[in-house]
Nanobody
Framework: QVQLVESGGGLVQAGGSLRLSCRASTNTYSFGTMGWYRQAPGKQRELVATMSSGGSTNYADSVKGRFTMSRDNARNSVYLQMNSLKAEDSAVYYC?????????WGQGTQVTVSS
């Protein structure tokens, strides 16, 4: 059973930074796309950033230039560096991984940005 465990969430003031980590229980070389999604109260889950196995990245327009996703297969981990945080970035952030036709999700980590 594949598990994804996120960490690094918390409370930060607007303009601050956080770094989220997601560690997989299996070798991330086996995954194709990995990514980060978020869900704010009363809203649908939305894509934040994805990275292919080849390293190509895709970001939501709302986070471009502020968030950076990285992937370290040697550590079975992906990261999301979040800078210049805004109140509207507050949400539960979920790690996502895809292997062929299987999709895996982490349990989520809360990010709260105070204005």
């Amino acid at each position: 059973q594949v598990q994804l465990v996120e960490s690094g969430g918390g409370l930060v003031q607007a303009g601050g930074s956080l770094r989220l980590s997601c560690r997989a229980s299996t070798n991330t070389y086996s995954f194709g796309t990995m990514g980060w999604y978020r869900q704010a109260p009363g809203k649908q889950r939305e894509l934040v950033a994805t990275m292919s196995s080849g390293g190509s990245t895709n970001y939501a327009d709302s986070v471009k230039g502020r968030f950076t996703m990285s992937r370290d297969n040697a550590r079975n981990s992906v990261y999301l560096q979040m800078n210049s945080l805004k109140a509207e970035d507050s949400a539960v952030y979920y790690c996502h991984a895809q292997r062929v036709n299987l999709v895996y999700w982490g349990q989520g980590t809360q990010v709260t940005v105070s204005s």
